[in-house]
């Protein structure tokens, strides 16, 4: 994949976004600081910005104040990857990396992107919405639905408020977990299978990432403790598998209208079907983060991956004033 060599000044001042007010909060930081040291090391103009309150006034005049051409998202979770600081940036004119308002909105809603991925013909686990409202000590599980079950909030990320449940009597408790952290959560089936993950970056799917916890599943934990996780780049796969898997990340990615870069979640049951789990419009953005970990198994280094999300950033935008 060709990277453009561009001068600092081509690029402008950089405002790292990082931080946000969303439980994700601590990873966000880790993501921005790792793309600002990287920017800094390519001597670019670059400044960090710390997102602390979900106010959008308050974080226009934040953004204005540092008078930054080019706005780098590395945010995650909500207020930023839902779209809300995306509407922001659209009513600045600003250029900024990754997926736009709406497509950001849409892939931050499990519910409602899995209803497309499912119209197009691609495997999801069967699952059933439940919203908080809906929810009293009386509610049981659907008939059609037997342990072990996954319950998880509709709208989160790094499987915050997610537990896999093995005996009935304990699925309440998972649900008011899970509603600890949403309004609406997802009760799906348990898929036993390999936990592959495909990156994309500028409308190409990137090696497949096999992800191997130590735990039962790939948790907060497991994501984030040194050593908890094993990942395989590129995973061992049959190559007519992998590029079927691969396809399924890619389409994902354009179904919901993404660009720049996404990472698509996904199990491989045992019979070798993919099975969608979530599109981060978002992804991890240090060194080790599974995106840069794919990026540079392909040939691309950590830095070079940062200036072409900014480069994308920047086409972005002069196709949207374009149309």
Not at 163 to 174: C, F, G, Q, Y
Not at 230 to 255: D, F, S, T
Not at 288 to 302: Q, R
């Amino acid at each position: 994949m060709a990277l453009r060599s561009r001068t600092a000044s081509d690029l402008g001042r950089i405002g790292i976004l990082m931080g946000g007010p969303s439980s994700e909060r601590d990873v966000s930081l880790k993501s921005g600081k790792a793309v600002y040291e990287s920017l800094k090391g390519a001597n670019l103009d670059v400044v960090a910005i710390d997102i602390e309150t979900d106010n959008a006034e308050d974080n226009i005049k934040l953004i204005k104040s540092f008078n930054i051409d080019c706005a780098f998202l590395a945010l995650h979770g909500r207020y930023g990857e839902d779209g809300q600081v995306q509407e922001i940036l659209d009513s600045l004119g600003m250029p900024y990396t990754a997926s736009g308002m709406y497509a950001s909105k849409l892939a931050m809603d499990k519910v409602a992107s899995r209803k497309i991925i499912e119209v197009h013909g691609l495997h999801v686990p069967r699952y059933v919405a439940l919203n908080r409202v809906a929810y009293n000590s009386n509610w049981k599980i659907p008939g059609t639905f037997s342990c072990p079950l996954v319950i998880k909030p509709a709208t989160h990320g790094s499987s915050i408020g997610l537990s896999i449940v093995d005996k009935d009597a304990d699925v309440n408790k998972a649900v008011e977990f899970a509603f600890q952290f949403d309004e609406d959560i997802l009760i799906e089936e348990y898929i036993e299978g390999r936990e592959l993950t495909v990156g994309i970056l500028d409308e190409k799917p990137l090696p497949i990432v096999e992800i191997i916890p130590k735990k039962r599943f790939f948790d907060f934990e497991a994501k984030y403790s040194a050593g908890m996780t094993e990942y395989v780049v590129p995973a061992n796969l049959e190559k007519e598998i992998a590029r079927k898997v691969q396809v399924v990340g890619l389409a994902v990615h354009k179904l919901l209208g993404c660009s720049g870069c996404s990472r698509v979640d996904i199990i491989l049951s045992r019979d070798n079907t993919p099975y969608v789990l979530e599109l981060n419009s978002i992804p991890g953005l240090t060194p080790t983060s599974l995106l840069p970990k794919a990026a540079k198994v392909a040939g691309i280094e950590f830095q070079q991956l940062c200036i072409k999300l900014i480069e994308l950033a920047y086409e972005k935008a002069k196709a949207s004033s374009a149309n």
